[in-house]
Every structure is written in C-alpha cells, then in structure tokens.
C-alpha cells in the first residue's frame, strides 16, 4: 500500500486524457458534485461523522467506507485523485482518518472544508472515547463485553484488508510491478523501516522512471 503513489505517478498519463498541473494537487475536482458552500459544509460533516461513528477500529479500518462515501457515491473526488490523497495522507505524521479526512476536505473547499470534515471524522470517536473513561472500570470486567470486543477484532482484519486489495487494483498492479508492495511489505515487516522513508523512495522512483525509462506512460 505504501507504494501506491509511486505506481500512480508511473501510471498517469494511462488514466487521466490530460496532464496533471501542480495546480491540481489540492484544487476542487472538475468531477465533484456540484454542492453550495453551505450544503457541502453540512454534507460533509455528516458524512465522515457517519464514517467516525460507525467504523470499528478507525484508521485504517475506515479507508474502505470514506472511499465509497466520498468517490463512489458523492463523487466528490476522482479515484485516480484519492489513491494519491491517501498516499500523502500515509506519509504525513498523525492519524491517518484524521490526515485523509483533512486533505478531502480541503481538495474541496480548503480550509474550511477541511476543518468541517476533520471535526466530523474525530468528533465522534472523541464523545464514544469520553464515555468509555467515565464507565470503564463498570463494564470492562464483564465477561459477554470481553468476548464482544475479541469478537470484532477478526473483523477489522478484514475492514483494512479489504481495501488493500481494492487499491492494489486501482492502483494498476500487474505482474511487472508486483514486487514493490512485497518488497515494501517485507521492508517494513521484518526490517522495520519507517514508512516515511519508503513513501520517499517510491516517489522518487516513480519519477525518475518516468522521466529517464518510459516517459510515455
């Protein structure tokens, strides 16, 4: 996953019928719904309040849900443009939902976008959260809640694997390219090696392949 703004850099020209300018990195999307300031604002805040409040496990977890929210259904951004946000988002310190909340946002409506999404992303697990400290040691030591709580587990396996595989295909990974994610995967798994750094490399690689070896592409 982490190299998955390398993969579409090298593949840009193949996806998009027209240059991307530097412009475009944070600037509204030409295929966004069209929505007033004051309908956007509301909209989005309810739907990554939505996303916040109903994803279990959070980061990650949450990836798949904010992509069909924000490009398949509100259209609000381009695929090709998400995988890079979440790129970005992944190299970038902080929480990840809270940095992908924040530069949708943001690739809307600008600040104001971004601080009405990031309040509706972190709003609810900051009221859930505050509720759990005030009753913790009640609840906690029941049984039923234990065995519940060791139930969802397997299941935010799946929420962050799920759109791994999703981006993977969105990202254009084929033969000739799928030894970078299991290289990078191997890097950070039994290496260690900080994400920031791969994310680095990968772009820089994807630059330098597109520019020197197939600039075409």
Not at 90 to 99: E, I, K, L, M, Y
Not at 138 to 150: E, H, L, N, S, Y
Not at 165 to 194: E, H, M, S, Y
Request: charged share 15%.
């Amino acid at each position: 996953m982490y190299n998955i703004r390398n993969e579409v850099l090298s593949e840009n020209n193949k996806i998009t019928s027209h240059p991307r300018q530097p412009s475009d990195d944070l600037s509204p999307s030409p295929n966004a719904r069209p929505l007033t300031p004051k309908g956007f604002y509301w909209d989005a805040f309810k739907t990554f309040f939505k996303i916040g409040a109903f994803t279990l496990g959070g980061g990650y977890a949450m990836l798949s849900i904010i992509q069909n929210e924000v490009v398949e259904k509100k259209r609000w951004i381009p695929k090709e443009q998400f995988i890079d946000l979440v790129a970005v988002a992944q190299s970038c310190p902080g929480v990840f939902a809270a940095n992908i909340s924040i530069f949708v946002g943001y690739k809307m409506r600008k600040t104001s976008g971004a601080l009405c999404t990031c309040l509706g992303a972190v709003l609810p697990s900051f009221l859930i959260i505050l509720c759990i400290a005030l009753f913790f040691h009640q609840f906690m030591d029941i049984p039923w809640i234990a065995a519940m709580f060791r139930g969802i587990r397997p299941a935010v396996v799946a929420l962050i694997a799920a759109p791994t595989f999703q981006l993977a295909k969105d990202a254009r990974i084929n033969l000739t390219n799928c030894w970078i994610p299991v290289v990078t995967t191997l890097l950070i798994w039994l290496l260690g090696v900080n994400p920031v750094y791969i994310i680095i490399a990968a772009g820089l690689g994807g630059f330098l392949y597109g520019k020197f070896i197939k600039p075409t592409e």
